[in-house]
């Protein structure tokens, strides 16, 4: 038997309205526990509304090894913005 | 201020509340002697975060209590400058902490009977009874919730886990008694509305125990001895040795601030 807990992510809503924010993460043996952790060691300063605990190992990844290929042809292509519009006063903040 | 509470001997309700208040400052100081300690990081926090909610809950009943006797005193007087035998919390709360799962234990027995005495506090006839009783109620809640879920897990857990649970009900249950049974300090508040019987908040209390030790596969002691004292000023040996840590700077240092 593995003596070690699982590890978990923990995403906590900082309040109404807001997207789920990655946190940190935590051991705990189930994911009842991992609320409960969640809870005593993230939101202890009222960071949160809402938690989220996903198993760490249920997360895939990008590779490391493999970030130019995936990144760096971004880089060149400004045209991808879109700040070469002229945005009519109308409009407002975008 | 004519708070209904006004009805009864100020001293007689201030006994009461210095029950209400080193019964949360002693627990709080024995669960935060785990800082540090515990068997993992994320439970070390947890218990620390219920250290501080019980000594946040303690500063409440024990200003109250200072502004009920009248003399000048404060939570601070109150906390560290009394000696065991003027102390008025439960003998449950001042027992060692034992390995996890004894503090566990205890937490849950405790926070069993809390849950239900700060439900009933909450419609107190004294307004400032009833405040206090509902913000506390919250913490205890989540408390109660998380002492419960791991007297389950550990007593329906391992062999040997199963075995250091049982072994701490049978040695924390003759002192969950002492939480029912009332006196004439009971009496007085009751019929000034304060706060509801002892005796009345056992039936409740025992059935949520009942279903926590049945799902824990624990067996609930037969014996219905109760050891008593700690509500009137009588304590085991272990109080003065929490005082002896909890008091020491102030004692040395009178007076000291940071």
Redesign the interface.
């Known amino acids: 038997m593995k003596k070690e807990w699982p590890l978990w992510e923990v995403f906590i809503r900082g309040q109404h309205g807001l997207n789920h924010r990655h946190v940190g993460s935590l051991h705990a043996p189930d994911a009842e526990m991992a609320i409960k952790n969640a809870r005593d060691v993230y939101t202890r300063r009222k960071e949160g509304v809402s938690i989220w605990v996903v198993p760490s190992a249920q997360i895939t990844a990008s590779d490391p090894g493999s970030k130019d290929a995936l990144f760096e042809p971004s880089v060149d292509k400004i045209y991808r913005h879109p700040s070469f519009y002229n945005i009519p006063d109308d409009v407002g903040k975008m | 201020m004519t708070e209904p509470g006004d009805k009864i001997a100020n001293d007689v309700f201030f006994d009461w509340l210095l029950r209400r208040g080193d019964t949360a400052l002693v627990l709080g100081h024995r669960v935060s002697e785990w800082c540090g300690h515990s068997p ?4 070390d ?2 218990l620390a ?1 219920i250290a501080l909610d019980l000594i946040g809950q303690a500063r409440l009943w024990l200003s109250l209590a200072g502004e009920v006797e009248g003399k000048g005193r404060g939570e601070n007087e109150l906390a560290y400058l009394r000696d065991a035998w003027d102390f008025r919390n439960l003998l449950l709360a001042e027992q060692p902490n034992g390995d996890f799962g004894q503090t566990m234990m205890r937490q849950f027995l405790i926070d069993a009977y809390q849950s239900q005495l700060l439900k009933a506090l909450a419609t107190s006839a004294d307004n400032r009874v009833a405040e206090i009783a509902v913000k506390a109620g919250k913490e205890v809640d ?1 408390h109660l ?2 002492s419960a ?1 791991l007297v389950i ?1 550990l007593g329906d857990g391992t062999s040997e886990s199963r075995q250091r649970m049982q072994a701490a009900l049978e040695s924390l249950w003759p002192y969950s008694g002492e939480m029912f049974k009332g006196d004439a300090v009971d009496q007085a508040v009751v019929a000034a509305k304060i706060a509801p019987s002892p005796e009345g908040l056992r039936t409740e209390w025992l059935s949520t125990v009942d279903a926590v030790f049945t799902e824990a596969t624990l067996s609930k002691p037969e014996t219905d001895f109760a050891h008593t004292g700690g509500l009137t000023g009588r304590h085991t040996e272990h109080l003065g040795h929490i005082l002896a840590d909890m008091q020491f700077l102030q004692r040395a240092y009178p007076g000291a601030t940071w």
């Open positions: 993992v990081l994320e439970e926090i947890a975060n989540y919730d998380r879920d897990r």
